[in-house]
Every structure is written in structure tokens, then in C-alpha cells.
């Protein structure tokens, strides 16, 4: 039987409910970008990934560990990516819908491709996609990676809380 699990993000930890163990647990930081001005326009090449993407996809998420994704993850809305000499390089897309509100996802850069802008690219094109269709980004940081915490400012995102990511397994 497959194992079975959630992916919380609550104000605070919570205690294990009956019949499940906590696997994973980090403090977040979640950003709202509440204007697209500060966004930037460079000059990268993207591409829409798809279903055929999905290995690579995994490989660049196994690598550079953004948070909690699964090989479906990318159903759930439009994801973008760079690929150099065939291999992708950076992604980030979007997850979460809420009333108003598009989550950007999965930011990862390969980490011999980082310091080049992708990140800044990537996460601009999906937070401006959200405000075409009249949402407000939002995203999640772990808490202890300043470096993508100041790319995010950089951008125009501000704090809007701090939350606990916590992932349970079933104990079957």
C-alpha cells in the first residue's frame, strides 16, 4: 500500500493527530507582492513545462529542495522553465489558488546556474501572470534562506507571516 501524507502550513505546529506521524517539519516565511513595480523584465528565454518536463522537473526539485512537491504538483497551474544545452536549469510556477490570490511555487536554480538572474526572472514572470488575471502573489520561503528572502524583497514582496510547514505520514 502507498503511504500516505499532508503538507500543513499553520500559524503553529500542531500536535500529531491519531494515526499519523510528523515526518518534516521547517518555519516559513510568506510573502505578498501587492504591486508589480518593482518586477523586472530581463532578457531570458522560458518555456512552458509540461507533462513531458516532469522528470527533469523532479530532478531539479530533488536537488534544490524548494519545499514539498510531488510528481503531480504541476496540474495544479502553469509552470515555467530554462533550459540550457537541454537541461533545465531553473523553474517556478504556480500552485495554490486562492479568492484572489495565485501562489508562485517550486522557485529552484540549479546551483551552477545561480547568481544569473533566473530566480528573479522566473518568479517576475509568474507573479506578473498573476496580476494579469487580477490575483496577488503570494509565496513561501523557508525561513532560514535569507538569500532567497532578499531576492523576493528585491522583487517588491514584503512579510505577511511567519508559518510552520509540517508534513504528516500516515501510520497505516
Request: aromatic residues 6%; contains cysteine; positive net charge.
Amino acid at each position: 500500500m502507498a503511504s500516505r501524507s499532508v503538507v500543513l502550513f499553520r500559524p503553529q505546529l500542531e500536535p500529531a493527530p491519531l494515526g499519523w506521524s510528523l515526518t518534516h517539519h521547517s518555519s516559513a516565511v510568506q510573502m505578498i507582492c501587492p504591486d508589480d513595480s518593482r518586477l523586472i523584465r530581463p532578457d531570458i528565454q522560458t518555456a512552458t513545462l509540461t507533462s513531458a518536463d516532469v522528470p527533469d522537473i523532479l530532478a531539479l526539485v530533488k536537488l534544490t529542495k524548494p519545499g514539498p512537491f510531488r510528481s503531480r504538483t504541476t496540474e495544479l497551474g502553469e509552470y515555467f522553465g530554462v533550459r540550457e544545452a537541454g537541461q533545465l536549469v531553473a523553474l517556478s510556477g504556480e500552485r495554490l489558488r486562492l479568492d484572489g490570490f495565485t501562489e508562485v511555487s517550486a522557485v529552484s536554480t540549479h546551483p551552477d546556474w545561480r547568481g544569473r538572474g533566473l530566480a528573479g526572472a522566473l518568479v517576475s514572470q509568474v507573479a506578473r501572470k498573476a496580476f494579469s488575471e487580477g490575483q496577488t502573489p503570494f509565496l513561501h520561503v523557508m525561513e532560514s534562506n535569507a538569500r532567497a528572502i532578499r531576492l523576493y524583497q528585491s522583487l517588491g514582496f514584503v512579510e505577511r507571516a511567519r508559518i510552520h510547514l509540517s508534513v504528516w505520514a500516515a501510520l497505516n
